[in-house]
């Protein structure tokens, strides 16, 4: 997936302004910044729920994947209903063999006929990451993925993106946990008040960060991370 | 569109609240007109005294009028309650058991007979009311004075029947009973004739005054022959001549199922539609579907379709319902499903349009409500209840909703009487063409918000 100069406005405010991004097949990409960085604004861009008012991007076979950060679900349908409907809207060839595979790839088996609403947030975070998978995209957008996550449910649900990865998707998500980028993130894309300031590892941005301040470069990645944003005006 | 489609209904099945308010809501409405149209409007139930001695009767010159029956009369317009005293008759008006109490004083007839003499005082019935609230004292004002007038007609009419009996009596003679002897009444038409006869006995010099006498006779008689028929107008001397200069319109019971088919129609397609466009961004859905998944038009479309699938279910349950207690044409069921389909597409287009304005369900549940429900009101507001520039207010406000034209069709469709059913169609058509493209315009930035 590629994209290019994307600029979008909300009004006077340019929300980003002329961002270039690009991943492969089995990355994982992690998009970091500070509030209203433009992170989720990038990644619906990406996913096509949201027009750039300039740019251009580009995705394999327009086939990518879309887990938006608030689990996008019907809370009263069940948690097969969910995956049954979406399956059968993104005109999969076996719609019944597909939710069965990602029931078992997300461990909601058991779980399959309970109403959304009662699932915890996590597993309702599950069915709308199962969701974004059902077409079996090339490319997986998430936004902020962990939210509300406890941790050993975050565990498990990089262990699952971890895999996706391994098999080839390209997997594109948002964070506000540093040490979450670093830890899972192949690379990083820094952005602050719409700029893409930094495009690269977690250890390609602590060496920059050693140049300017040494002292911070030597602690953990989050103060090495609000050095560089701060030595950049941020 | 169809598993979109199932899906809402699979959620309205799982809304236990929202199905049930769908299935009961026009089984009452259905019963709830269904009782009113199939039953005659009770009669007021009113205490009843009549302290008037036994026997007394109305007087009539040198005899007597027979009695007038009011009480009778009046037990035949409302149901009389008879009461006892007047403590017992105040005490039913309070409770509330009574609409009010008629009281007959014991000196009604009394005071009738002295309309006849040279001090004449004003008939009085006592009428004892309860006016809990302003609507109630409107009613039994209403009630109570429309009684009365009936009464008063009635007692005209009899005294100026006997009237003309008398008068009729002077001009052609005959037998008057007083004090149970009879009288005999020579009339004006023998006295004429009698003073002819004599005339020529009578000496020249008389013959003048009495030729005065004679004519005299002679025009009483011939004048006084046309007052009967004018003392009979002086009891009602204003007739109605009711002319309708609109086109005929259907019983009334009609126009009540067709305005509880209408109501069912507004709130269930308004509602479920404005509510189930909601829903999808509340749920967060709506950027999901619209991402490439289905077109915002198509999504649209998909919610017009459930409202008037619903619509049309739940409306013809209450006409069915309806048929229990009236008898409805179902030779007209054509009509019906036109009225239905072209009715509910327009709610269902205002829905959407309500629905992609409002943030949430709650907020476009109220915004539903406070919106149809006065209007609908106001479409019920016939013309002349309220001043001109007012009522031209109401008409453009009731024209840009559904309501009204909805109203027109299912009265039309229901009934042959009336207006045509096309203007009210071609009417809702507009309004489904203008809601929809609103909806489509308010999708727009639907979830940007």
């Given at each position: 997936?590629?994209?290019r100069?994307?600029v979008?406005?909300?009004?006077?405010?340019?929300?980003?302004k002329?961002?270039d991004?690009?991943?492969?097949p089995?990355?994982?990409?992690a998009?970091?910044?500070p509030?209203g960085?433009?992170?989720?604004?990038l990644l619906?861009?990406l996913?096509g729920t949201l027009?750039?008012?300039a740019g251009?991007?580009?995705?394999?076979?327009?086939h990518?994947?879309w887990v938006?950060?608030?689990a996008s679900?019907y809370?009263r349908l069940?948690?097969?209903?969910n995956l049954?409907?979406?399956?059968?809207?993104?005109?999969?060839?076996?719609?019944?063999?597909v939710?069965e595979?990602m029931?078992?790839?997300?461990?909601?088996?058991?779980r399959?006929g309970?109403?959304v609403a009662r699932l915890?947030g996590?597993n309702q975070?599950?069915?709308n990451?199962?969701?974004g998978l059902?077409a079996?995209p090339?490319v997986l957008?998430l936004?902020?993925p962990?939210?509300g996550?406890?941790p050993?449910?975050?565990?498990?649900?990089?262990?699952f993106?971890?895999?996706?990865?391994?098999?080839?998707?390209s997997?594109?998500?948002?964070?506000h946990?540093i040490?979450?980028?670093?830890?899972?993130?192949?690379r990083?894309?820094v952005?602050?008040d719409?700029?893409?300031l930094?495009?690269g590892s977690?250890?390609?941005?602590r060496?920059t960060?050693r140049?300017?301040?040494?002292?911070?470069?030597?602690?953990?990645?989050e103060?090495?991370?609000?050095?560089y944003?701060q030595h950049?005006?941020? | 569109?169809?598993?979109?489609?199932l899906?809402d209904?699979?959620?309205?099945?799982?809304s236990?609240?929202?199905?049930?308010?769908l299935v009961?809501?026009?089984?009452?409405?259905?019963?709830?007109?269904?009782?009113a149209i199939?039953?005659e409007?009770g009669?007021?139930?009113?205490?009843f005294?009549?302290?008037?001695?036994?026997g007394?009767r109305v007087a009539g010159g040198?005899?007597?009028l027979?009695?007038?029956?009011?009480n009778r009369?009046i037990?035949?317009q409302?149901?009389c309650?008879?009461?006892?005293?007047?403590?017992e008759a105040?005490?039913?008006?309070?409770?509330?058991?009574v609409?009010a109490?008629?009281?007959?004083?014991a000196?009604l007839?009394?005071?009738?007979?002295?309309?006849s003499?040279l001090?004449?005082e004003?008939?009085?019935?006592?009428?004892?009311?309860?006016?809990?609230?302003?609507?109630?004292?409107?009613?039994?004002?209403?009630?109570?004075t429309?009684?009365?007038?009936?009464?008063?007609?009635?007692i005209?009419r009899q005294?100026?029947?006997?009237g003309?009996?008398?008068?009729n009596?002077?001009v052609?003679?005959?037998?008057?009973?007083?004090?149970?002897?009879?009288?005999?009444?020579l009339?004006?038409?023998?006295t004429?004739?009698?003073?002819?006869a004599?005339?020529?006995?009578?000496?020249a010099a008389?013959?003048?005054?009495?030729?005065?006498?004679?004519r005299f006779a002679?025009l009483?008689?011939?004048?006084?022959d046309?007052a009967?028929?004018?003392?009979?107008?002086?009891?009602?001397?204003?007739?109605?001549?009711?002319?309708?200069?609109?086109?005929?319109?259907?019983?009334?019971?009609v126009?009540?199922v067709?305005?509880?088919?209408?109501?069912?129609?507004?709130?269930?397609?308004?509602l479920l539609?404005?509510?189930s466009?909601a829903?999808?961004?509340?749920?967060?859905?709506?950027a999901?579907l619209?991402?490439?998944l289905v077109?915002?038009?198509a999504?649209?479309?998909?919610?017009l379709?459930l409202?008037?699938?619903v619509?049309?279910l739940?409306?013809?349950?209450?006409l069915?319902g309806v048929?229990?207690?009236?008898?409805?044409?179902w030779s007209?069921f054509?009509?019906?499903?036109?009225?239905i389909l072209?009715?509910g597409g327009?709610f269902?287009?205002?829905?959407?349009a309500?629905g992609?304005a409002?943030?949430?369900?709650?907020s476009?549940?109220?915004?539903?409500?406070?919106?149809?429900?006065p209007?609908?009101?106001l479409?019920?507001?016939p013309?002349?209840?309220v001043?001109?520039?007012?009522?031209?207010?109401?008409?453009?406000?009731?024209?840009?909703f559904p309501?009204?034209?909805?109203?027109e069709?299912m009265?039309?469709a229901?009934?042959?009487?009336?207006?045509?059913?096309?203007a009210p169609?071609f009417h809702l058509?507009?309004?489904?063409a203008?809601?929809?493209?609103l909806?489509?315009?308010?999708?727009?930035?639907?979830?940007a918000v």
């Amino acid at each position: 997936m590629e994209a290019r100069g994307l600029v979008k406005r909300y009004g006077d405010r340019e929300a980003l302004k002329g961002v270039d991004f690009a991943a492969h097949p089995g990355e994982l990409v992690a998009v970091i910044g500070p509030n209203g960085a433009g992170k989720t604004t990038l990644l619906s861009i990406l996913a096509g729920t949201l027009r750039a008012d300039a740019g251009t991007v580009e995705s394999p076979n327009g086939h990518v994947g879309w887990v938006p950060q608030r689990a996008s679900l019907y809370r009263r349908l069940t948690v097969e209903e969910n995956l049954l409907l979406f399956a059968r809207l993104e005109g999969v060839g076996d719609p019944r063999g597909v939710v069965e595979e990602m029931l078992g790839l997300t461990g909601l088996g058991e779980r399959r006929g309970e109403v959304v609403a009662r699932l915890s947030g996590g597993n309702q975070q599950r069915v709308n990451i199962a969701i974004g998978l059902l077409a079996r995209p090339a490319v997986l957008l998430l936004d902020e993925p962990s939210v509300g996550l406890d941790p050993r449910q975050r565990a498990r649900l990089w262990e699952f993106i971890a895999g996706l990865a391994g098999r080839g998707t390209s997997v594109v998500f948002s964070t506000h946990d540093i040490q979450e980028a670093e830890r899972y993130g192949q690379r990083l894309l820094v952005l602050a008040d719409g700029e893409g300031l930094f495009d690269g590892s977690a250890a390609e941005l602590r060496e920059t960060v050693r140049g300017e301040a040494p002292e911070a470069a030597g602690g953990d990645f989050e103060t090495a991370f609000l050095s560089y944003l701060q030595h950049r005006g941020h | 569109m169809r598993w979109l489609l199932l899906k809402d209904l699979t959620i309205l099945r799982r809304s236990p609240l929202q199905a049930v308010l769908l299935v009961a809501y026009p089984i009452l409405i259905a019963l709830l007109i269904g009782f009113a149209i199939s039953r005659e409007p009770g009669k007021p139930r009113v205490a009843f005294l009549n302290e008037i001695p036994p026997g007394a009767r109305v007087a009539g010159g040198n005899g007597k009028l027979p009695a007038v029956g009011v009480n009778r009369r009046i037990c035949r317009q409302v149901e009389c309650v008879d009461v006892g005293s007047r403590g017992e008759a105040e005490r039913k008006v309070r409770d509330g058991d009574v609409l009010a109490a008629l009281i007959l004083p014991a000196d009604l007839i009394d005071r009738l007979n002295s309309l006849s003499t040279l001090s004449p005082e004003t008939p009085e019935v006592e009428v004892l009311v309860n006016e809990e609230n302003p609507l109630k004292a409107q009613a039994v004002d209403d009630r109570i004075t429309a009684l009365l007038a009936r009464a008063n007609l009635f007692i005209a009419r009899q005294i100026a029947q006997e009237g003309g009996r008398y008068l009729n009596l002077v001009v052609d003679g005959g037998s008057f009973d007083v004090l149970g002897q009879a009288v005999e009444i020579l009339g004006l038409r023998d006295t004429a004739s009698i003073l002819e006869a004599l005339r020529p006995d009578v000496p020249a010099a008389r013959r003048p005054e009495l030729d005065r006498v004679i004519r005299f006779a002679t025009l009483a008689r011939d004048n006084l022959d046309v007052a009967a028929p004018l003392i009979d107008r002086l009891a009602q001397p204003i007739a109605v001549d009711k002319q309708t200069v609109s086109a005929p319109t259907p019983p009334l019971e009609v126009f009540a199922v067709a305005v509880a088919a209408t109501l069912t129609l507004t709130f269930v397609v308004l509602l479920l539609v404005a509510g189930s466009l909601a829903l999808e961004r509340e749920e967060g859905t709506f950027a999901r579907l619209t991402g490439g998944l289905v077109s915002r038009s198509a999504l649209l479309a998909e919610k017009l379709g459930l409202g008037v699938a619903v619509g049309l279910l739940v409306t013809l349950l209450m006409l069915a319902g309806v048929q229990l207690f009236a008898g409805l044409a179902w030779s007209r069921f054509g009509l019906w499903l036109a009225a239905i389909l072209l009715g509910g597409g327009a709610f269902a287009a205002a829905g959407a349009a309500l629905g992609a304005a409002a943030r949430d369900v709650r907020s476009v549940s109220l915004l539903a409500f406070m919106v149809s429900l006065p209007v609908a009101l106001l479409s019920l507001v016939p013309s002349g209840a309220v001043g001109a520039t007012l009522y031209d207010a109401i008409r453009v406000l009731t024209a840009l909703f559904p309501f009204k034209p909805a109203l027109e069709a299912m009265t039309a469709a229901l009934d042959s009487a009336g207006p045509g059913i096309g203007a009210p169609l071609f009417h809702l058509t507009i309004l489904i063409a203008a809601y929809t493209a609103l909806a489509r315009l308010a999708l727009r930035r639907f979830a940007a918000v």
